[in-house]
Each structure stands twice: as C-alpha cells, then as structure tokens.
C-alpha cells in the first residue's frame, strides 16, 4: 500500500489534498474539496512539456514536494517571470506572504503543516541539506550549461521554448536575458582560477556533475526512494534536476547519456512521473511526436531569422548618419547582447 504524501498520526493535518485540473484548457489548477473561502496558496512557474509539468528543475523540484507533501495549491503556469511580482519563478503567494526560491518555498510548506520529511531522522536530516548543496554545487551548472549555454541546445531546443511561450516582443529579449544569468551562475561558482577559459570551466563542470550522478545512483541503489519507501525533499530535488534532463531531445548529450548509463536514477525518475504525476505521463503517438517535432524545426527557424533581422535592422541604424557616435576619450561597455559562442564570455 502506497503511503506517499500521507500524515502521521496525531500531526493535525486531516486528510491529504490532492491536485486537480478542473479544465484543460484553463491556466490555473484548483484544488478540490476545500471549504468555502479557504485562502489555498497559488504557486506560479514554467509550464511543462516532454511529458513533465514543468520544464524548469527549481520549479519541478517544488511541484514535486507539494505533491509528496499533499500540500493544496493553485498552480498558474506563466508565459514570462516579469508576470509574477518577484521578477522570478517558483513563486508562492499565500494571504499576504509571497515567498520566492525553492528553499524559501518548501520551509512555508512545512510550517503550514505539509511536511514530507517527517519520517526523516535528524541525520537523515542532515543528509538531505549535504545532498541538496551537492545538487546546486556540483550537478546544477553543467545542467544549466546543458540546456542554456550549449549553443546547439539553446538555439535548437532552449531558445524556441521559451520564445514560443513568451509574448512579443519579449520573446526576443527575454531568452537572452535568462541565457546571460544561467552563464553567471555558472561563472559564480566555477568561473574562478585556476579555470581561466570557458573550455576548462566547462571540462571541470561536466566531470563534477558525472561524478555527482554516479554517487546519487550509489546512494539511491535499488531503492524506491532516498530515504525508504517515502518521498521527500531530497527526492523532490533529485527529480527537478534530472527528469527535464532525462526527457528533454537534446542535440548535444554529453550528459544526458551518462544519466541514461544509470537505470535506477531513470526508473527513479519515471515512477516519480508515474504515481505522482499521472496526469502528464499520457504517451504520444508516432505521427503526433513528428508533428511535434516538425512544429519546433519550424518554430526555430522562424525565432532564428527574427533574430537575424532585428540584427541586421539594429546594425543599419546604428550606421545611419544621424546615429554615429561622437568620438570619446572614454572606455565604452560590451553590449549587453548575446554572444555568438560562450567561449567569449572568458579569456585567458
């Protein structure tokens, strides 16, 4: 018998509430079965795709542990972050509180009572806080790099995504905007001597986040969790990074194979998928998948050759006679736009 997500006795929580979508077509998710005026807490974040409810791992991670928590929500999927009062996303509003970064998030789940560590002892506890700095130290900028900085995935998967799903005209200067801060959170932790060109940060990154795969797959062994039979943080973590790693078409793999090398992290993921998330794990049919696949090359192409024509509009102005800069003595700033190649981003 499955006990994810239920209360001990004697905690005061009642019967768990579960998520439901009420209409397909709306884009908001109430929950069911709550009284009259109940003030449900509403949590904004990525939409999903690739059979995920979310494509983004911080906001993945969170949906996870409510679903493990049982904890009630209204779930608003936003087209971009400036729509949520943060600037950013996950965003949880309850009452008055708004509460922004995962961490933050799942600390007011539990003080309200939707707890999925409680089973947890305080050195497992403890575990889980080592895990999850492991996950936003060692794992998370080569996925960041994976999805973000890789020129042949953001341009081919990455970029169309988000534009697709953002308003005009900030399709066209949103993607870079999050392509600039997933390379500075990269260059935060990584981006330090003795790694001095972006070659040597991206060897090192992607050698830190394989080992830290091959130790979450020890630590998981054949469990069907990381703590027994029961979901919680660690997991809601664990699953948030890797699944949109897992299920994402990638062109350049590199990391995606070594996670597929490891089955128990990619069963881990799929039963996640399954018990908790059933309503996203509906397969689709060949044909349907080429039509998706069709849709997206298209979608790409007509996103790249905006891009290029803005360019080339933004170039012609700037070389018109009534645009020419005024000699200065002055040191000018880089523009702040995408460069073609990170390697640029660092020299030696």
């Known amino acids: 018998m499955c006990r994810c997500g239920s209360a001990p006795p004697g905690d005061g929580r009642g019967v768990r509430l579960s998520l439901r979508q009420e209409i397909p077509d709306r884009r908001s998710v109430v929950v069911a079965g709550l009284p009259r005026g109940f003030p449900v807490m509403e949590l904004r974040y990525w939409g999903g795709d690739w059979g995920l409810p979310s494509v983004h791992p911080e906001c993945l991670a969170v949906l996870a542990y409510a679903k493990f928590g049982g904890a009630p929500l209204t779930l608003t999927p936003v087209d971009y ?46 575990d889980t806080l080592a895990y999850v700095a492991l996950l936003e130290e060692k794992l998370l900028p080569a996925i960041l790099h994976t999805f973000w900085v890789d ?29 600039r801060e997933a390379l500075n959170r990269i260059l935060v932790t990584k981006g330090q001597p003795p790694l001095y060109s972006m070659n040597e940060v991206e060897a090192q990154i992607y050698k830190d986040a394989k080992e830290c795969l091959n130790l979450l797959s020890n630590r998981l062994g054949r469990s069907q969790f990381f703590f027994g039979d029961m979901p919680t943080t660690l997991d809601a973590f664990v699953f948030g990074f890797l699944a949109p790693l897992y299920k994402a078409r990638l062109l350049k793999v590199q990391l995606q194979e070594h996670l597929k090398q490891l089955p128990n992290l990619c069963d881990f993921c799929d039963h996640v998928l399954c018990v908790h998330f059933t309503e996203h794990t509906e397969g689709t049919s060949p044909a349907g998948q080429e039509a998706i696949d069709a849709n997206l090359q298209k979608l790409t192409q007509l996103v790249n050759k905006e891009s290029n024509l803005i360019e080339k509009m933004d170039d012609n102005l700037r070389r018109s006679p009534q645009n020419r800069p005024k000699t200065t003595t002055t040191l000018q700033p880089h523009a702040s736009t995408e460069p073609r190649h990170p390697s640029q981003l660092l020299t030696p």
């Open 81 to 126: 972050t400036w729509a949520s009062s943060q600037g950013e996303v996950p965003l949880l509003i309850h009452k008055d509180d708004v509460i922004a970064l995962p961490v933050n998030i799942l600390s007011y789940f539990r003080k309200q009572k939707y707890n999925a560590d409680y089973v947890l002892s305080a050195r497992e506890g403890s």
């Open 151 to 179: 020129p042949d995935n953001y341009s081919s998967v990455t970029r169309p995504w988000y534009a697709s799903r953002i308003p005009f005209p900030l399709r066209f200067y949103l993607p870079g905007r999050m392509y």
